[in-house]
């Protein structure tokens, strides 16, 4: 069975601190592909990365850095120097690689104080 | 560019009543997905279909029928709504699927369905 947990339910920070939003999954395919969005406050969903499971590469956008490690079956999500505008709820998703089905996390709310 | 266009945004329906959420989408995509969003469930599948004729279920299907007679449009039916119906509903769809290399989900904006 697939299965997205995210453990963090909510996450407060001031400005201008790191912050890391985790992310475990469980699946039993080879082929598979984690995804991160991003749900602001006006409900909008907004696509920030897609990894696939065959490239462990971490990635890094701006102030935003993925870190996938198969190993511990993670792909958590780091923003550097956070920002008032970051508040949002954070969603890690899991699509097998042989069907559509993208299964979602119970997301993080992160609030970034000013 | 329209994208993906959910309608009603807003509903409000008496249990028992029946009603349809549409969604269409004018990207030529060939998946496209249902999800409701609860507080504190996330975004859990209801129906999904990755091409026109075929659909299948999710992780919470009862209660809802799903149609794809066309590439463009995926609405979704409550036949006789129930309070646990209440829920904001998203309609999704993505290029590609089945083995390829799948595209990142374009999402509505949402429909806020409550059912009293």
């Known amino acids: 069975a697939q299965k997205v947990t995210q453990a963090q339910t909510e996450i407060s920070v001031v400005e201008k601190e790191d912050v890391t939003l985790d992310c475990v999954y469980e699946?039993?395919?080879?082929?598979?592909?984690l995804f991160w969005y991003k749900q602001p406050p006006s409900g909008e969903l907004v696509f920030l990365i897609r990894?696939?499971?065959?490239?462990?590469q971490n990635e890094i956008s701006g102030r935003y850095s993925w870190n996938f490690q198969k190993s511990t079956s993670s792909f958590n999500f780091t923003i550097t120097a956070s920002q008032v505008v970051d508040s949002a709820v954070y969603f890690c998703?899991?699509?097998?690689?042989?069907?559509?089905?993208?299964?979602f996390g119970q997301g993080t709310t992160l609030q970034v104080k000013p | 560019n329209a994208g993906v266009t959910q309608t009603p945004k807003f509903q409000v329906l008496k249990t028992g009543q029946s009603m349809t959420l549409q969604c269409a989408q004018d990207?030529?995509?060939?998946?496209m997905s249902w999800y409701r969003q609860d507080p504190g469930m996330g975004l859990r599948l209801i129906h999904y279909?990755?091409?026109?004729?075929?659909?299948d279920q999710g992780e919470v299907p009862n209660g809802y029928n799903v149609s794809r007679s066309t590439t463009e449009d995926f609405p979704l039916r409550l036949l006789s709504a129930a309070p646990s119906q209440t829920s904001v509903y998203f309609c999704?769809?993505?290029?590609?699927?089945?083995?390829?290399?799948?595209?990142?989900?374009?999402f509505g904006e949402g429909s806020r369905l409550t059912v009293l």
């Open positions: 699946t039993r395919d080879t082929t598979y592909y």
């Open positions: 990207m030529n995509h060939e998946y």
């Open positions: 279909s990755v091409g026109a004729g075929i659909t």
């Open positions: 999704a769809s993505s290029y590609s699927n089945l083995g390829l290399v799948p595209g990142e989900l374009f």
């Open positions: 998703a899991l699509r097998r690689g042989n069907t559509g089905k993208l299964i």
């Open positions: 990894r696939n499971s065959f490239d462990e």
